[in-house]
C-alpha cells in the first residue's frame, strides 16, 4: 500500500508569478502539482492583477481604495486557495497569505 506524504501548499502573489510553496520541500509550481490547465490561468491572471499592489508601501496600501482592491484580491485568493486544495484532494493542505496586508488569512 502506498502511503502518501501530506503536503502543506502556501499561496500567495509574488512579481512575476504566483508564490506557492510546498512547506516541506520549498517553491513549487502549479505545473508541478498537476493543477488543471484552467485553474493554472485563473491563478495566472489573479496574479497579474497583484502586481500594482506589491510594489506599493504599507502606508499606501492602508488607503480606502487600495485596501477596497487588496480585499477583493484576498477573497479571490482565497477562493483559488480552496479550489488549488480541492484539486490536490487529502494529501494537502492549502493555505493563504496576503501580500496586501503582509499576513497570513484563514481561508
Given at each position: 500500500?502506498e502511503?502518501?506524504?501530506?503536503?502543506?501548499?502556501?499561496?500567495?502573489?509574488?512579481?512575476?508569478?504566483?508564490?506557492?510553496i510546498?512547506?516541506?520541500?520549498?517553491?513549487?509550481?502549479?505545473?508541478?502539482?498537476?493543477?488543471?490547465?484552467?485553474?493554472?490561468?485563473?491563478?495566472?491572471?489573479?496574479n497579474?492583477?497583484?502586481?500594482?499592489?506589491?510594489?506599493?508601501?504599507?502606508?499606501?496600501?492602508?488607503?480606502?481604495?487600495?485596501?477596497?482592491?487588496?480585499?477583493?484580491?484576498d477573497?479571490?485568493?482565497?477562493?483559488?486557495?480552496?479550489?488549488?486544495?480541492?484539486?490536490?484532494?487529502?494529501?494537502?493542505?492549502?493555505?493563504?497569505?496576503?501580500?496586501?496586508?503582509?499576513?497570513?488569512?484563514?481561508?
Amino acid at each position: 500500500m502506498e502511503v502518501r506524504k501530506l503536503k502543506y501548499i502556501r499561496l500567495s502573489a509574488d512579481y512575476l508569478e504566483p508564490s506557492i510553496i510546498d512547506q516541506q520541500e520549498g517553491r513549487t509550481s502549479p505545473q508541478s502539482l498537476s493543477l488543471s490547465s484552467e485553474l493554472q490561468d485563473v491563478l495566472e491572471d489573479w496574479n497579474l492583477h497583484y502586481q500594482s499592489i506589491i510594489q506599493l508601501s504599507m502606508k499606501e496600501r492602508s488607503s480606502g481604495q487600495v485596501k477596497s482592491e487588496i480585499d477583493r484580491l484576498d477573497s479571490e485568493g482565497m477562493v483559488i486557495a480552496q479550489k488549488i486544495a480541492t484539486e490536490l484532494g487529502d494529501c494537502a493542505k492549502v493555505e493563504y497569505y496576503s501580500e496586501g496586508l503582509l499576513k497570513r488569512i484563514n481561508t
